[in-house]
């Protein structure tokens, strides 16, 4: 068997196009606030931007140094928070390691009505009660979402089995899929025996950020593997999954670079324009 490739770059490009007419209804503007020069945040940012520009939404990034205060980064929450003009911001996320122990605050600060990566309690917490509480769901898991319905791979009465618990993909990834009528189970680094556990899965996520974690022995013949981790070494990117090896036993396989990470920015657009609907609904 060889595996479809699942595009997250023509799932993107589909979902950016129907999100077009929204952008030019409603014109919603994001702002990205970025303190210091992480790399890789650099060329997220860089990505979000461009998708931006290509919907035509209005965006500004906030480019902050590596030196800024805690005090000063919550006057600026503070200012986008109450700016009418702002629909919806980010802070990207790694801070300085000098801010690094204050991100729940920060995540805190932020209005759950401008909260477009989905990252506060809030929008978090509404995720529990079903699909249709889903208001701004964290970019990521909702991109693995969107791919897979754009794929027409069905999610009810599957086993998902998710290979990480962080806050930002695989707890809310796991949430978004029992939601939909799968069986979920959730492995991470103290989990015993973890081949015993993917090699249940129908639909398989990784998300741990250990290249090529997942080999072929530890996948079901037939299963869904979507590959959300990312990790750089000299060679450059790469995901969680051992893709050649992989692709071999799957029925269908997502790419790093190329699959999850387009998913990630245009749900994040997404998100902008469904904020903006909600705020003049209330207004
Ligand atoms: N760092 C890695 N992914 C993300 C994301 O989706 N949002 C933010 N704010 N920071 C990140």
Same mark, same amino acid.
């Given at each position: 068997?060889?595996?479809?490739?699942?595009?997250?770059?023509?799932?993107?490009?589909?979902?950016?196009?129907?999100?077009?007419?929204?952008?030019?209804?409603?014109?919603?503007?994001?702002?990205?606030?970025?303190?210091?020069?992480?790399?890789?945040?650099?060329?997220?940012?860089?990505?979000?931007?461009?998708?931006?520009?290509?919907?035509?939404?209005?965006?500004?990034?906030?480019?902050?140094?590596? &030196?800024?205060? $805690?005090?000063? #980064?919550? *006057?600026?929450? %503070?200012? !986008?928070?109450?700016?009418?003009?702002?629909?919806?911001? @980010?802070?990207?996320?790694?801070?300085?390691?000098?801010?690094?122990?204050?991100?729940?605050?920060?995540?805190?600060?932020?209005?759950?009505?401008?909260?477009?990566?989905?990252?506060?309690?809030?929008?978090?917490?509404?995720?529990?009660?079903?699909?249709?509480?889903?208001?701004?769901?964290?970019?990521?898991?909702?991109?693995?979402?969107?791919?897979?319905?754009?794929?027409?791979?069905?999610?009810?009465?599957?086993?998902?089995?998710?290979?990480?618990?962080?806050?930002?993909?695989?707890?809310?990834?796991?949430?978004?899929?029992?939601?939909?009528?799968?069986?979920?189970?959730?492995?991470?680094?103290? &989990?015993?025996? $973890?081949?015993? #556990?993917? *090699?249940?899965? %129908?639909? !398989?996520?990784?998300?741990?950020?250990?290249?090529?974690? @997942?080999?072929?022995?530890?996948?079901?013949?037939?299963?869904?593997?979507?590959?959300?981790?990312?990790?750089?070494?000299?060679?450059?990117?790469?995901?969680?999954?051992?893709?050649?090896?992989?692709?071999?036993?799957?029925?269908?396989?997502?790419?790093?670079?190329?699959?999850?990470?387009?998913?990630?920015?245009?749900?994040?657009?997404?998100?902008?324009?469904?904020?903006?609907?909600?705020?003049?609904?209330?207004?």
């Amino acid at each position: 068997m060889t595996a479809t490739i699942l595009s997250g770059r023509e799932a993107a490009d589909s979902l950016l196009n129907r999100l077009k007419p929204l952008v030019k209804k409603w014109d919603p503007k994001l702002v990205i606030v970025q303190v210091g020069n992480d790399p890789a945040s650099g060329s997220y940012i860089k990505q979000k931007l461009k998708s931006c520009t290509e919907v035509g939404m209005r965006h500004e990034h906030k480019h902050l140094p590596e &030196t800024l205060t $805690l005090k000063d #980064l919550m *006057k600026t929450i %503070d200012t !986008l928070n109450t700016d009418p003009d702002v629909t919806g911001f @980010i802070v990207q996320l790694p801070l300085p390691p000098h801010l690094e122990k204050s991100v729940p605050q920060v995540i805190r600060a932020i209005d759950p009505k401008k909260d477009v990566d989905g990252f506060g309690a809030y929008n978090l917490g509404k995720m529990f009660l079903s699909v249709e509480f889903e208001h701004l769901p964290p970019a990521t898991p909702s991109g693995v979402i969107e791919l897979l319905s754009y794929y027409k791979i069905p999610i009810e009465g599957k086993h998902a089995v998710i290979v990480g618990r962080s806050n930002i993909v695989g707890k809310p990834l796991a949430i978004m899929l029992l939601n939909r009528g799968a069986t979920v189970t959730i492995c991470h680094s103290k &989990t015993r025996d $973890l081949a015993s #556990l993917t *090699k249940q899965a %129908d639909l !398989l996520f990784a998300a741990v950020g250990k290249a090529r974690m @997942i080999t072929k022995e530890m996948v079901k013949k037939g299963a869904v593997v979507v590959d959300i981790g990312v990790s750089r070494d000299e060679e450059g990117l790469k995901g969680d999954v051992d893709f050649e090896a992989v692709q071999e036993i799957a029925s269908a396989i997502t790419p790093v670079p190329g699959g999850v990470g387009p998913m990630t920015v245009a749900s994040l657009i997404r998100n902008t324009v469904k904020a903006k609907e909600r705020q003049m609904e209330n207004d």
